[in-house]
């Protein structure tokens, strides 16, 4: 898969597009092209390679043999680079000894079908084709779709869908075609990421596991490929769910991702809560501030969860680490009416009680939205009192009385030593199962100087937390497990019932590494390596829970999005995290907590941004960090 939306391209690692399963060139969520098949002298080439060159581009190499009594050995070589915004360059190159007249075919088709459909199996039949201007064009009701080609064809048969060349090779020489496939008589459409003001950072990275170089490239590429502009506002972008089920916004998703990418500028997380803004439910009843978004399966034990709770309450925590990432005071100023609307609506919510409630009546009250909710009263109540704002007093006053109440009514004491429970049901009563969700209690937000927020669990329980994220049940290995494998109904490959889910296991990482327990961190943050590397380095936002062993690979996830953004992003804070980079832009000061173990052994970030300037740091292998590269008059705090 290639992807620079709105453009993504899928087919096997064979380089034909058949028109079978999700086959297919798609723009903003259509098929424009099904099916693209190359025959040379009659025969489809060997398939020899398919490698990723960028996220949007993949080059699949094939070889024929044109002079089969010359023996086993190929003498020429066909060379297809597809974009994701519809360009395929096809190159045939000669190794024989003598001239060659080479017949190529490319077979064309379309349905115009939307990728729901497609999932669906509701594709309808291939369109029939008519010759246009050098190619061939489609239409219907839902729209058209045109091929060119560059040479123009020697012969276009619009009733087979067939484009054809008669191609004069020399010995060693080579020819080359190009196709181009538009919509509506569009021109290329300029994918966000591939702009010249793109909101990322090139970061890089290097050191002594090679792995962290093509990790954090490949992270940031997935990222720059999943961007996505507001039509309306096109100077804002967010981030796309994932490719190819979510290529829409997920406010949760787009939100938590471009919290984990601050470490690569702020200019995502300011154009997704600009976004997000101006989504928010207006008026004066209960639901006023809050972010709408679609219900969640939460796994076997629970109802679906509502995202839009989620995302409310990321809104500002997001913005407040943002500022002390660098996010000018100007942006923070225009974002900060949104962020009150966000805390006065959890205000209004919780009402006289201790706990933000689920939105929907006789809902549990979920451990998971406890954390969220936490962070951002802390968070916020920063922020409001930075910015001159009233409120921060009464937020923190509740955060405290609701840790008080959590450490007792959220722990369910047992011979293991204990563990919190994931909810509270309507009538009180824990549901004790152990699942991914609990690493948010870790996850506890950044204040002021470098300190990370308080959480809701105690120092015992924190400790019991970690011991408990590091067991074999939830460790599979490759990454944190969404269910323990001692729960009944787990299963691995349950997306919310025991598949590993690489956001919860970054988010855990690096939990774990600010709370000091490096140990349990450090397997975590091997396991995913691992796996990083088995699927090329792309991580999957989820897959199989199954246990790692000797010689194994993690097994995917049919309904995985790959690449995903909180994926992505989750690569860019799994190796931030080895590092400990804690800025405090406002204040001019930046604070370093590597993990003293350096379980990677020395590694180098380049490019990253802290104030609006390049940072660069180096963590040698004995965990000791120094700033190479900073904005002049940021220091560094002990």
Not at 124 to 131: I, N
Not at 282 to 289: I, R
Not at 497 to 503: D, I, K, L, Q, T
Request: with cysteine.
């Amino acid at each position: 898969m290639c992807i620079a939306l709105p453009g993504l391209a899928i087919s096997t690692d064979q380089g034909q597009l058949t028109g079978q399963g999700l086959d297919g060139i798609y723009r903003a969520g259509r098929r424009v092209l099904s099916r693209c098949q190359v025959r040379v002298a009659g025969r489809e080439p060997l398939a020899v390679q398919a490698r990723m060159t960028g996220a949007d581009c993949v080059r699949f190499v094939g070889t024929l043999r044109t002079s089969p009594q010359a023996g086993p050995d190929p003498d020429v070589v066909v060379e297809r680079t597809r974009h994701a915004d519809g360009t395929e360059r096809i190159t045939v190159r000669s190794a024989a000894v003598r001239p060659l007249r080479l017949p190529v075919e490319v077979a064309l088709a379309t349905d115009l079908a939307d990728l729901g459909a497609i999932a669906c199996g509701n594709t309808g039949p291939e369109l029939p084709a008519s010759v246009h201007d050098s190619g061939l064009r489609w239409s219907s009701a839902r729209g058209n779709s045109t091929v060119t080609a560059d040479p123009p064809p020697t012969d276009a048969l619009a009733s087979a869908g067939l484009l054809r060349w008669e191609l004069e090779l020399p010995p060693g020489g080579s020819a080359g075609i190009e196709l181009r496939v538009r919509t509506d008589g569009a021109g290329p459409v300029r994918a966000a990421g591939r702009a010249a003001t793109s909101p990322l950072a090139p970061a890089r990275a290097a050191g002594d596991d090679p792995r962290v170089e093509a990790l954090l490239r490949t992270s940031v590429g997935d990222l720059q490929a999943l961007l996505l502009r507001d039509h309306a506002h096109p100077s804002d972008t967010h981030l796309a769910a994932g490719a190819p089920w979510r290529c829409g916004l997920a406010p949760a998703e787009a939100l938590a991702a471009a919290r984990m990418a601050l470490p690569l500028g702020t200019r995502l997380a300011a154009g997704t809560l600009r976004t997000l803004a101006r989504a928010q439910l207006p008026g004066q009843g209960l639901q006023s501030g809050m972010i709408p978004g679609p219900r969640r399966d939460a796994g076997p034990y629970l109802p679906p969860g509502c995202t839009g709770t989620e995302a409310t309450l990321l809104y500002p925590a997001v913005l407040a680490e943002a500022r002390r990432w660098g996010l000018p005071e100007s942006e923070t100023d225009e974002l900060l009416p949104a962020a009150e609307r966000c805390l006065t609506w959890l205000r209004t919510t919780v009402g006289d009680g201790t706990y933000l409630p689920d939105p929907q009546p006789g809902g549990p009250v979920r451990c998971e939205t406890q954390a969220h909710a936490h962070r951002a009263a802390l968070l916020g109540a920063d922020l409001l009192d930075a910015c001159g704002r009233p409120g921060g007093g009464e937020l923190r006053d509740w955060a405290g009385a609701q840790r008080t109440a959590f450490r007792a009514d959220f722990w369910i004491d047992d011979l293991g030593g204990g563990r919190p429970t994931a909810a509270l049901a309507p009538d009180g009563r824990p549901v004790p199962y152990l699942g991914a969700a609990a690493v948010h209690l870790l996850d506890t937000g950044l204040l002021g100087e470098g300190e990370q927020a308080p959480g809701l669990l105690d120092k015992v329980q924190t400790e019991q937390l970690a011991r408990l994220l590091g067991g074999p049940a939830m460790d599979s290995g490759w990454g944190l497990r969404g269910l323990s494998t001692k729960e009944a109904g787990h299963n691995p490959f349950g997306h919310r019932s025991g598949a590993v889910r690489v956001p919860e296991t970054a988010i855990a990482v690096a939990g774990l590494a600010a709370a000091d327990y490096e140990k349990e961190a450090s397997a975590l943050l091997r396991g995913v390596l691992a796996a990083a590397e088995a699927f090329g380095h792309r991580l999957p936002d989820m897959y199989a829970g199954e246990p790692r062993t000797e010689g194994s690979a993690p097994l995917p996830h049919p309904a995985a999005c790959r690449p995903a953004a909180t994926a992505a992003a989750a690569g860019v804070l799994l190796l931030t995290t080895l590092a400990g980079i804690r800025p405090d832009a406002p204040a001019g000061t930046v604070t370093l907590r590597p993990m003293r173990s350096a379980p990677l052994g020395e590694i180098v970030l380049r490019g990253l941004r802290v104030a609006g300037a390049p940072f660069s740091v180096r963590v040698s292998r004995l965990g000791l960090a120094m700033v190479e590269e900073a904005a002049e008059g940021l220091q560094l705090r002990a």
